[in-house]
């Protein structure tokens, strides 16, 4: 584009095509690699030694770098177009996964919280029998006294293995013996 010095504003604008010949065309572009934002006596130097018009000059460098700096947006743009369609595919890849997961975090939670609560009121329950059974001993002297001497010392042998004897006395019931093969035949 031609420039032209006599706006209202003082400023030079570039204001018609200028066509360029193809050989003052690359001098410019060596001229831009050489320096791409060259200061006003530079231009004038420039256009004295390549017989082009300072004011050419100058409107041909502030076009090269509007280009260059276009040129640089869009690729950004396309990069950002490109990163901008990855996170919406993961997004939604992710949103199906949530969909179709079987156990999902809210649903997990509440089987956990569930768990717990169950094992809470079992824990409480055991524990009540236990006070309960502790209560019992304390309040009567003879049962106390007999768990003294049935229980007594654990690696005494005499008393070693009566526990079970004084559960039967409390109410408590013996553990289980293993269930045998037997049973699950049909």
Known sequence: MACDAGSSSGKETCTSPLIHSPRKLQ????LFLECKNP???????????HGMDPHQIKCWFKNKIMLKEN??????????????TRIQL????????LKNRPNCYMCSRNQTLQ??????ARLKEERQKVTNVAVRI?????????????IGDPNDEETAGR??????????????PPASDDEFDD
């Open 90 to 97: 993961e997004n939604i890849r992710m949103s199906e996964e």
């Open 115 to 120: 768990h717990l609560l169950h094992e809470n």
């Open 27 to 30: 001098k410019l572009e060596e």
């Open 39 to 49: 200061d006003k006596s530079l231009i004038q130097k420039w256009g004295t030694d």
């Open 138 to 150: 304390l309040q009567n002297p003879a049962l106390l006294q007999l768990l003294g001497h049935e």
């Open 163 to 176: 526990p079970d004897d004084v559960d039967l006395e409390l109410g408590l019931a013996p553990p289980a």
């Open 71 to 84: 040129e640089r947006v869009r690729e950004e743009n396309e990069a950002l177009r490109v990163e901008n």
